[in-house]
T-cell receptor
């Protein structure tokens, strides 16, 4: 199962673009890359998912290079309410079934 | 779409009692649901994978006789913490796998805070 590595924490200011990179060197062919946001005492909230290249939705963009060994979540113009923990998950249907494992996550602090 | 609910949101119980937590996928069918536990300031730890109509698969170190999982339908999985003790106090989160859109995505419930006195 692919292990993910993210920075433990990041600081930013309101209005800035934030990029959080996740390393997943042993990602499998069937694995997708998914990012979640979690606030204290809440379940993780789905942000974005991709397999390769670039994916964009109304809240974020996800950049995945050709080798898929890393991915970058881009949050445009963050606000104070974006202060949270962001998790990169890699997983999918592989031998043994569908499975994903959470890494340590990145604590993002957005300052005024 | 893709809403997952949990009930109860928080529970306080005495040591030695059993607690049941329900996880429901409200607008999609989930053949696979997952149960996680999260301690303060830590990441989510996968406890078990629950497949509809079959036995759950537990992660190493998780006692299957203590954490009973039932996935009786495509929209409901339950986790029962049997003979709960203070060390079982934690935040329990379920997720449901949705694969009908061509992607493999997990959607998470809001979590259940368990406090064992």
């Amino acid at each position: 199962l692919a292990k993910t590595t993210q920075p433990i924490s990041m600081d930013s200011y309101e209005g800035q673009e934030v990029n959080i990179t996740c390393s997943h060197n042993n990602i499998a062919t069937n694995d997708y890359i998914t990012w979640y946001q979690q606030f204290p005492s809440q379940g993780p909230r789905f942000i974005i998912q991709g397999y390769k290249t670039k994916v964009t939705n109304e809240v974020a963009s996800l950049f995945i290079p050709a080798d898929r060994k890393s991915s970058t979540l881009s949050l445009p113009r963050v606000s104070l309410s974006d202060t949270a923990v962001y998790y990169c998950l890699v997983g999918g249907m592989n031998t043994g079934g569908f499975k994903t494992i959470f890494g340590a996550g990145t604590r993002l602090f957005v300052k005024a | 779409g893709a809403v997952v609910s949990q009930h109860p949101s928080r529970v306080i119980c005495k040591s030695g009692t059993s607690v049941k937590i329900e996880c429901r996928s409200l607008d999609f069918q989930a053949t696979t649901m997952f149960w996680y536990r999260q301690f303060p300031k830590q990441s989510l730890m996968l406890m078990a994978t629950s497949n509809e109509g079959s036995k759950a698969t537990y992660e190493q170190g998780v006692e299957k006789d203590k954490f009973l999982i039932n996935h009786a339908s495509l929209t409901l999985s339950t986790l029962t913490v049997t003979s709960a003790h203070p060390e079982d106090s934690s935040f329990y989160i379920c997720s449901a796998r949705r694969g009908d859109s061509g992607l493999e995505t997990q959607y998470f419930g809001p979590g259940t805070r368990l406090l064992v006195l």
